[in-house]
């Protein structure tokens, strides 16, 4: 059957929105929802800031191992991103049905395996799919959905804060919308993601080689963003108490992060992909020098919105990069190496501020280091680049 110039019309719209909401269920609720129910967690008593930051780890490890597994099972693209974001949604209601923290791990985990599975195959074939259609702009639509699933889960927990609800009622709201969410994903999905496996990938002569200035980069904006991503609401509770005052600050980061992707598209227009990466991500580094140097609500929201507004830029135009450089039959390979390495940053990186924070006696420190690091990190992704690859 012959689709119809209606059908055609219709077709990236519901890519991109289908795209937009599995990222906001992957990431805006499945990694995210963690952020700002951490201060409510350790409120109960249920935590405290270093067993926060070891969930945190243990979430990211599910993260970085779902990354690898993803681009070499071979399963039908549909089927797996089926399973992917059923685990999120169980895991997320799971969360508000115990308290032993070996399960909590076990759900967080799999989350961060179900959040890595997502991305990579959102990443790969809906974003493709609108880059062979004529469509690349809406690519930018797709990445907004991790922000606007960290605004809606930010002002649920605001909401739910303001009505004197606990952590594991909260868990189990998050879990429970989650699911239905999830259920109208599962039957939205298209042609865009392929309902037979290729079967685990055994040529090695279609393999082009990674490039490691690109991963060490992508690898530091993991680490990079994280502390904020992880510890915003609380660093923000520690100046002032109120919740309907340092709660704002989750939203405004996922609302910078939800208009970043489609302004960059069209940035796209003017400045290759790898350019826009790097001022972003000097960008992110200038936010978390801000609340060190001059620790204030203030500084604490435009840190927000420096972080929140970069980190999805960086992500959209990594994917653009490993799409660019890469044969169409090895792409899948070189963004799996990114999402990992992005992934290991993430798991370093709570614990490593947790051990600054300890040592520095708050999270000065460990946000002076961390941008130093994405300093360096920017270095080497402009010394890495050749001249082809910074103007293409």
């Not at 799999?110 to 959040?115: D, I, N």
């Not at 496996?197 to 680490?223: I, K």
């Not at 991500?281 to 500084?299: E, N, Y």
Request: hydrophobic share 55%; glycine share 14%; net charge positive.
């Amino acid at each position: 059957m012959t689709p119809t110039r209606d059908t055609l019309r219709i077709a990236p719209l519901r890519i991109a929105l289908v795209g937009l909401f599995a990222l906001a269920v992957a990431m805006g609720v499945g990694r995210f929802a963690y952020t700002p129910l951490l201060p409510l967690m350790r409120a109960d008593g249920l935590l405290d800031l270093a067993g926060g930051g070891w969930l945190a780890s243990i979430h990211f490890l599910g993260y970085l191992i779902g990354a690898g597994v993803a681009a070499w099972t071979g399963l039908a693209p549909r089927l797996a991103l089926r399973g992917a974001l059923l685990v999120i949604g169980l895991s997320t209601l799971g969360m508000g049905l115990t308290e032993n923290f070996a399960l909590w791990s076990l759900f967080r985990w799999l989350a961060g395996a179900g959040s890595a599975f997502t991305l990579v195959l959102v990443s790969n074939f809906m974003v493709k799919h609108l880059a062979e259609q004529g469509h690349p702009g809406a690519q930018g639509w797709i990445f907004a959905g991790v922000g606007g699933g960290i605004v809606l889960a930010g002002l649920g927990v605001l909401a739910l804060m303001a009505g004197g609800v606990g952590s594991a009622l909260s868990w189990r709201v998050f879990g429970t919308v989650t699911l239905a969410v999830c259920a109208v994903l599962m039957l939205a999905l298209g042609p865009e993601m392929p309902a037979r496996g290729t079967g685990p990938r055994r040529d090695r002569g279609e393999r082009t080689p990674l490039s490691w200035p690109l991963l060490l980069a992508y690898g530091a904006v993991g680490l990079g963003y994280v502390i904020p991503a992880t510890y915003l609401p609380v660093m923000a509770r520690e100046i002032v108490a109120d919740p309907l005052v340092f709660g704002w600050g989750w939203p405004m980061f996922g609302l910078a992060a939800f208009v970043s992707t489609p302004l960059a598209a069209r940035l796209r227009a003017r400045f290759s992909a790898r350019r826009i990466w790097a001022a972003s991500q000097l960008v992110m580094a200038a936010g978390l020098l801000l609340p060190a140097l001059l620790p204030h609500i203030g500084s604490i929201l435009l840190a927000a919105v420096c972080v929140g507004g970069t980190f999805m830029i960086i992500t959209m135009a990594g994917m653009q990069e490993a799409h660019r450089f890469a044969p169409a039959a090895d792409v899948m390979r070189h963004i799996a190496a990114m999402t990992t390495a992005f992934a290991a940053g993430q798991m370093i990186g709570p614990v490593f501020a947790s051990m600054l924070y300890e040592a520095g006696g708050g999270f000065a420190l460990p946000l002076i280091v961390t941008s130093l690091l994405l300093l360096g990190a920017v270095l080497a992704l402009r010394g890495g680049a050749t001249e082809r690859e910074i103007t293409a």
